[in-house]
Every structure is written in C-alpha cells, then in structure tokens.
C-alpha cells in the first residue's frame, strides 16, 4: 500500500475537470481551472512538521483505507502525521481538531462528521498558523477552510440517477415504474448535492410520469439517512414495504446514496416477501457491493479511488510546505455559507457488470471479484 501511496503521491497533476450541473446549496457555477502559483505565496514550514489529519467515523471502507494511506503517505513524505477517527461523534472531532493545533500541526486535514459544527476549531486552528483543507465533505459557514479536495460530489449523483434509469430501461421492461428514493446523513456536507445531482435526473421523469415514488417520500429531509447507518435505512424501508407494497405491488428501483444503505434496503426488500430484485444504485465499490453486482443483485456502484483523493491531499500539503499555492481546478462552484472554497476535484466513474474489470483493472483488491 505504501508504494501505491508514494506512485500516487509522485504522480502527474490530474487535468481539469469538466463539470456539468449545479446545487443551490454549494455548487455555484461551472469550474474555472486555475494554475498552482497563481495566488500569493504562502509561508511554508519544516519538512519533519505534524500534520493532522481528522476522519470521521468508520462508516465505509473508503474512511478504513484513508486512515493507512494518510499514515504511510505522509511518513514517507517526511511528516508526522497525527490520523484520527472521530467514531464518539462530533465532540470528539472538535476536541481532536483542538489537540492537533495545539501539538503545533501546520497543516489539518478534515474528513467532518457536521461539518458546520467545527468552525470554532478550525478558526483556532488557522490563527495559530494552520493550512486548513477540507477532505471529500466540505466544511460548512466558517472562512477557517483553505482548500476543498474532493470528488465531484454533485458528478456522482448525476451518475447515480442516470444509472437507475439506464437499469430500469434495461432490466424491467415497461414504463412507468415504480421507485423510492434514499438519501444520506443531514449532517454531512456530501449528501445534499448527491441528492441534488440524482434529482436533477430523475425529477423530470418523476414529472412527466416515467418514474412513481408509490410512497410518495421525495424530499430530501423525507429521505434522509441519519448517519449513514443500513439498520436506519432498513426500518425505513420495512415500514414503506408494508404500507405501500404488501399488495404485491413491485418495487422496480430505488437511488441509494452509498453501498451501506443499498445492502440494508435489499435486505428489506427481501425480507418483505419481494422476490425480484429492484434496480439499485450505490456509492464506494465496497468489496460486498461489488460481489453482488458481479451476481446481477446490486445493479451499479460509483469508483471514487482513495488513493487518488489521499495521493491529491498530500500533494497539496507538500506544496503549502514548500510555500506554493497547491494546485485547485474549481474556483467557483462550492460555497460552504460564508466563502466560496477553492477546489479540486477528481471525476467520479459509474461501475455497472458491463464495464467493472475495466475500472477496477487496476485495483488489486476489487479486480479480482470481476474475473
């Protein structure tokens, strides 16, 4: 894992992203690249300096995978990382984020359980000198955040919503069909514009009839998954299975959020008596939800490679270092309330059977399950 990390790390700048979309609450506009170097310099700091490095709870295998690739990446950088999961909540965040500035961390990292609720610590944090990045969840209403790595999370609705279509057309024959939607945590920064994204593909065909939600549950905060938990999901869909479809009436699809939630709403469904399978999206190429889309169960995934997102964070740490700005492709889409945050984001890939042992050619550990 280290040398994937350190070829990552060495690797060519990804080029510019095209981005297509927008959400009310953070995305504004259409990307501006913009060349590292082009703002003032920065005051750089030692090349042995703490570097901290807050993820929220182990919630998936991507957040797993972060924490081993953060420690290897930044030790072999010549850093002292300090990784940490906040898995108590959001308290144990904020008293980490304060432990972190106050062990003189000139850099933190910040994968935020709410990300609204860290301001207070992140303001100390940049007042004694730290770079604030905010790492795959943007950081909301505080200017104490520097810089936005993530993937293009509104992409990866628009992905999500156009594979449940793509599989309802494919898979279960006729128009119009019946659906339900997931979203996730309200506390995460992430899950508003994955839900956005997704809706700006399937609200028309709600719309124009192709596509009925029989629970009539639409709205995000109807929707909503707090954190991101698959036995929350799950009760919510043991409920909807009984009052809406206990009739024998099919549910055909339904937009997952993430992997997790998609495993807890098949569970359901199958405990419900239903013996076909809706068309389900998910979000992470989990090792369990790539086995079932291999199986035909799960019908598509998004790949969001961590090693890409760690190997861009601490590219960007490596030149706030050296005293250059680190290089952002986005200018003006994502607004956290109070700044709009500059940027940069990598391109999300849909994974369905037809096309999994391409993307996933070059990971060792999902390749396999395609074979």
């Not at 901290?52 to 010549?78: C, H, Y």
């Not at 998609?262 to 199958?270: D, F, I, P, Q």
């Not at 076909?276 to 995934?301: A, C, F, H, N, R």
């Amino acid at each position: 894992m280290k040398k994937i990390a350190v070829a990552l790390i060495a690797a060519s700048t990804v080029g510019a992203l095209a981005l297509t979309g927008c959400s009310s609450d953070d995305r504004d506009s259409e990307a501006t690249p913009t060349s590292s170097g082009s703002a003032a310099a920065l005051p750089g700091f030692p090349a042995d300096a703490t570097i901290g490095v807050a993820l929220p709870q182990k919630t998936s295998e991507n957040w797993v995978l972060a924490e081993q690739l953060f420690n290897d990446g930044l030790k072999d950088a010549g850093f002292k990382p300090i990784v940490q999961f906040g898995n108590s909540g959001v308290p144990e965040q904020q008293n980490q984020i304060q432990a972190m500035t106050e062990q003189g961390a000139k850099v933190i990292v910040v994968g935020a359980i709410d990300g609204s609720q860290l301001g207070s610590q992140l303001q100390a944090a940049k007042d004694a000198g730290a770079y604030i990045i905010a790492y795959d969840r943007l950081v909301k209403n505080t200017p104490a955040v520097d810089q936005y790595i993530a993937f293009d999370n509104f992409k990866v609705g628009e992905l999500q919503g156009q594979a449940l279509l793509d599989g309802l057309g494919k898979l279960k024959g006729d128009k119009p069909y019946n659906i339900e939607l997931v979203a996730g945590s309200p506390d995460d920064a992430n899950a508003t514009p994955f839900f956005e994204g997704a809706m700006s593909i399937l609200q028309p065909k709600i719309d124009d009839g192709t596509l009925k939600v029989v629970s009539g549950q639409t709205t995000f905060d109807q929707v909503a998954t707090q954190g991101w938990k698959a036995e929350n999901v799950q009760k919510r869909f043991d409920t909807i299975m009984s009052a809406n479809y206990a009739d024998g009436t099919e549910l055909q699809g339904v937009l997952s959020p993430n992997d997790t939630l998609a495993r807890g709403v098949l569970t359901s469904v199958k405990q419900a008596g239903q013996t076909e399978v809706p068309v389900i999206t998910g979000q992470d190429s989990e090792v369990e939800s790539v086995k079932l889309i291999m199986q035909g169960v799960q019908y598509s995934t998004i790949y969001k490679d961590t090693r890409e997102l760690v190997a861009e964070t601490i590219k960007a740490i490596q030149a706030v270092q050296k005293g250059e700005q680190p290089e952002i492709n986005d200018t003006k889409s994502y607004n956290n309330g109070v700044k709009v945050v500059p940027s940069y984001l990598l391109e999300p890939k849909i994974v369905t059977k037809d096309n999994a042992a391409e993307v996933y050619a070059n990971d060792a550990t999902l390749a396999p399950l395609t074979k």
